[in-house]
């Protein structure tokens, strides 16, 4: 099974532009054309103008407080790979994390922020023990994503 979240990645990104073009048409419009009239709804220019400017940077940096990434996923062949970005205003370093299906000792899962923030954490045995992954935070994953790949990965954890 393969497959990757970047239609959901995609949105965000259009969101942000949306909001973006629309913050900026409101600060022209109100500011250098003076299209609109204020006080409007009882509340002044600069009132309406922190509102929006607030508006934008919940949507701008919503993806970074919830560690949205970017996810690849396969587990065909031999190897489990887990490829990941972050996907926020500055996208981070493209990570990959690939694991032989014999030498996968099994995951767990941590959230946080009332479960907004859902984190992957990868473990494969070697010769001096157990390693431990970097979590891969599955945020971004809608519920049927995130069933797909505990299904996948639980036919690879040995004793399940």
Do not use: C, H
């Not at 949105?11 to 054309?33: D, G, P, Q």
């Not at 995130?146 to 004793?159: D, E, H, V």
């Amino acid at each position: 099974m393969t497959f990757d979240n970047s239609k959901t990645i995609i949105s965000f990104r259009i969101k942000l532009f949306v909001a973006t073009v629309l913050l900026l048409a409101f600060i022209i419009l109100t500011y250098a054309a003076k299209i609109f009239k204020f006080p409007f709804l009882g509340l002044s220019d600069y009132v309406w103008t922190i509102i929006f400017v607030g508006l934008w940077i919940f949507i701008a940096f919503i993806p970074m407080i919830l560690n949205y990434q970017f996810i690849y996923f396969s587990d065909e062949g031999e190897i489990i790979v887990f490829r990941y970005f972050y996907a926020g205003i500055v996208g981070g370093k493209k990570n990959s994390i690939e694991i032989n299906k014999r030498t996968f000792s099994g995951f767990k899962t941590e959230t946080k922020l009332f479960g907004l923030n859902v984190s992957l954490i990868l473990f494969q045995k070697v010769n001096t023990g157990i390693a431990k992954y970097p979590p891969v935070y599955i945020s971004a994953l809608n519920r049927e994503q995130r069933a797909k790949i505990f299904k996948s990965l639980n036919q690879y954890t040995p004793g399940v």
